[in-house]
Every structure is written in C-alpha cells, then in structure tokens.
C-alpha cells in the first residue's frame, strides 16, 4: 500500500478555481537522440514536422537533461522527481553487465512506496492515463496500474516491444490487445491516447505516452524505408563515411568502438518519422477536444541517441558519443514544454535543466501544491518558462557505476555553468570541459584548470553520500579493488 493518500474532499479544495483545470500530455520517446529532430538540427536527415509544430507554441530547453544516460533511470527520476542513484536504480532494470570490475549494486524495482507523479495528480482529482514503455518493474504489481495510473496501455516489465510481430501487431504485450495484424504501434498508442482525451475532456487529466519507439528493434513502415533509402541516395549520402573511431575502454574487444557520424539509416528515419506522425495525431486530438489552452504538453526523450551499439542508427554529432554514455550524445535530451498563458512560443531556454524538474514544474502549473518531501531533486522551471534567465539550483548531477551495454564508462559527471566535469570509477581520472566553447567535449581541459576540477570534484564528492551513491566492486574476492571517491 502507498504511504500517501489526499482525500477525495481535499483533493476537490485543492483544484484550480478556473473553468477548466490545467490538463497534461507527456511524451517521453524511447532513445531519440538530440540531433534527431529539426527544432534542434534544422539538417537532420529525418522528418519531423509534428515535433517542430509542437516546438513552436513551446518553451525549447537548449541544455536539456536526462538523468542518466540510459532508460529506466531516467523514466524513475520523471516519475518521482528524484535522482535515480537514491533508490540505486542506475541501471536499465535486470541490466547488470561486468567489465574489469564488478557493477554497483542495482535495485530493479520502483518501489511502491513512492509517491509518483500520477498518484500525486490522481490524489489532486485527475484522471490518469499510461501508455507504451513503463520498464519500472519486473512482475505486474509495480507496473502503471499500481503506481498511479487509472488506466494502462501497454506497460509492462519489458524494455522493448514483445511478441511475435514486435512493432506491427500481434504484440504479444499483457497490457495491449492485439489490433488487426500488421498494425502499428505507435498510431495505435497515439489511438488509443487521443480516445482517453477525447473520453475525458470535462474533466482534468494527467496522460502519459511513453513510446518503445525508436528503441531497437529496428522495424519501420517498408513504404517510409524506402522513402528515406531514396532521400539517402538523392542526397549523395550512400557513398559517404558512417563511422569513426570511439574511445576504447574494452582492451579485450575483438573489434574497435566505433560511433556512426552519419545520418542516413533509413529504416531509424522511418522509425522517427512514424513517431513524430503519431505525435502529431495526439496534438490535434488535444485540440479537437477544445482543450489545448488547458493543456500543458511536455516532449523529451528518456537517454541520447544510439550511435555506438546495436545497429549505431543514428549521429548525434556534434555531441560525442551516444546512449549509455555520459558525454553529452549520452544525456542531452530534446526537451521542450508548452505551457499556454506561461510560455512564448519557439522561446528558448539555455539554462541547464534535467528529467527531475518535471514532477514539480508540472505541479506549479496546474496550481496544485508543491510535494518537496517526495520530488527532492526537482526544480520548477516555472520561472525560466516565464522569462527568468536562472532557477535556484548550481549543478546537475550524474551517477552510472555500470559497464553500458554502448561501450560508456563506469563514472560520474557533474555540470556547473558551462563546464561539465566527468569522473571514472575505474580509476579516479577527471577530465573537464567548456561546453560553451567545446559542445563536442574534444579538447580535455583538466590539466590547465587544476582549482577548477578541484572544487567541482569537491561538489561532486559531497554529492555522493548525500544520495547513498555505490560504486564498482573487486571482481573476485581478494581481488583488485576499483578506485573509490
């Protein structure tokens, strides 16, 4: 049982005195990276027109964040508006991957004792609506439907979609009926997301669509293949170099790291493209339903592009490196927030924000009270989508004590102004970065910044115990034991 309960006649009190209550739809897509998207990369070789509409009424977050640079973390951190690293939820769920040392410990479950962002809308009188990729928890107790959500479309212990026909139905997904076969997950999610609003549109609600796109496995529509196979070869790219060489930290690996530095898979184009259209379809239901100056609409993605892994479908460059890693191909996120009467549209932000800040921005602007007990490490951006250049906060934080499945590195970051600072854990080496100066993290200025990386270390250092941070353990007992903070 939850620990938190607003009963139903304070829940009533609590809603905004208006005719209508502030309403909100979150997209969260699954491994987008950065430069996917044309508010971001006005050159990307994918189409996305639905996103970069929704990004004209938006506030557009420049130095967006997630709060690790892989799935289920990041997905905890939006829904409790905590660091990850508190619950030791560091890892994609079930991900416990060795290297030359040991991982931290991993807690694959959310526990139920959270009080998660729905459960606090739902205790306010919204109705709450999940659909898509939840990978929070391993059995069905922890899945949307006990964790705040009234209604569940599609969320179970899986990272990916399951079943025989994968991204065309038959799903084989215990929270999805299966659609007519050949049917397409994401217009039959954004479907079923558009229904819940249109059902609900007299009263308040809180809907959550959480796309398995553009995770593996790489499918898409053959008609949208084909059409980016020909873009490609209209636009010279076929003949073009697609990889480069990426740091090697696997001394044992048979074949180098290599990081894709081209745009041009056309079966991810199709994929983006496809997710885009289905987001497309959910904004004009919110504006079918009449409710679209009620309605805060939210867009990021859960970790970077896929670049050096798995297929490597996508470039995040100018940023290094990609999902899995703490550079910024890794962490930084298209991240953009419509808040009607609150924030310009095709303003931006270059303030850096990060996935914790949802949970009380959101409860700031739909007039509900603050839960600082529960969303501890959020921070409303209320604020910057007013105008404000600054929020009271003076660094982000990361902790991924883990060997990804991309090739990134056990460490931990931290970001400060401009300059960002990354830390292994094998070893304990630093190296520092100007961001502003040096968005690609090529030129390592740690050497030539001594105090700096002293004090932000400092910072860093006092971080960790603060949220019961673990770390790389020795491999065997008696064995080499990992540097340690």
């Not at 070869?233 to 740091?247: H, I, N, Q, R």
């Not at 056990?410 to 854990?425: N, Q, S």
């Amino acid at each position: 049982m939850k620990k938190f309960f607003v009963p139903a006649l304070l829940a009533l009190l609590l809603l905004p005195l208006s005719t209508h209550a502030t309403n909100v739809v979150f997209f969260l897509v699954d491994d987008l990276g950065y430069m996917d998207v044309s508010p971001n990369n006005p050159d990307t070789f994918y189409e996305t027109p639905n996103i970069e509409r929704l990004a004209a009424s938006s506030m557009r977050f420049t130095d967006g964040y997630a709060a690790n640079p892989v799935c289920s973390p990041t997905r905890f951190s939006i829904q409790t508006g905590k660091y990850p690293t508190r619950a030791d939820a560091t890892n994609f769920f079930s991900g416990k991957r060795e290297g030359r040392f040991k991982p931290a410990p991993l807690n694959d479950i959310m526990s139920l004792d959270e009080v998660t962002i729905a459960e606090a809308f739902k205790g306010n009188g919204y109705k709450t609506y999940f659909a898509g990729k939840w990978h929070l928890g391993p059995t069905e107790e922890y899945w949307p439907e006990h964790q705040g959500y009234d209604v569940n479309k599609g969320g179970f212990s899986r990272g990916g979609p399951y079943g025989p026909g994968k991204y065309f139905s038959p799903y084989g997904n215990p929270r999805l009926n299966d659609g007519p076969k050949g049917e397409h997950l994401p217009m039959r999610l954004a479907r079923e997301t558009s229904e819940f609003i249109q059902s609900n549109k007299d009263q308040p609600f809180f809907a959550f669509l959480s796309f398995y796109s553009v995770h593996t496995p790489l499918m898409g529509p053959k008609e949208l293949v084909a059409k980016y196979e020909a873009k490609a070869k209209k636009l010279g790219l076929t003949d073009k170099t697609e990889f480069a060489p990426e740091e090697q930290i696997e001394p044992d690996a048979k074949k180098p790291r290599e990081v894709r530095i081209l745009q041009r898979h056309a079966v991810y184009a199709a994929m983006v493209e496809s997710m885009d259209t289905a987001v497309g379809k959910v904004l004009d239901a919110i504006e079918a339903a009449g409710v679209a100056d009620d309605t805060v609409v939210c867009f990021m993605s859960d970790n970077g592009g896929l670049s050096t892994s798995e297929g490597s479908p996508t470039s995040n460059l100018p940023l290094r490196g990609g999902k899995g890693w703490l550079y910024e191909g890794g962490i930084r996120e298209p991240f953009m927030i419509r808040a009607p009467g609150v924030a310009k549209g095709g303003s931006t932000s270059a303030t850096p924000v990060v996935s914790t800040d949802f949970y009380p921005t959101l409860l700031e602007l739909c007039g509900l009270p603050a839960m600082p007990k529960n969303h501890l490490d959020g921070v409303s951006l209320v604020p910057l989508l007013k105008g404000a250049d600054s929020i009271n906060r003076d660094a982000i934080f990361w902790h991924y004590p883990h060997y990804s499945n991309q090739g990134g590195i056990p460490g931990g970051a931290i970001r400060m102004g401009d300059w960002k600072l990354i830390e292994r854990y094998e070893d304990g080496r630093a190296h520092l970065y100007n961001l502003k100066d040096d968005i690609g993290e090529t030129k390592d200025l740690a050497s030539s910044e001594p105090d700096r990386v002293k004090t932000m270390r400092a910072k860093l250092h006092a971080w960790y115990p603060s949220v019961g941070a673990k770390f790389l353990q020795p491999k065997t007992e008696g064995g080499e034991i990992p540097w340690r903070p």
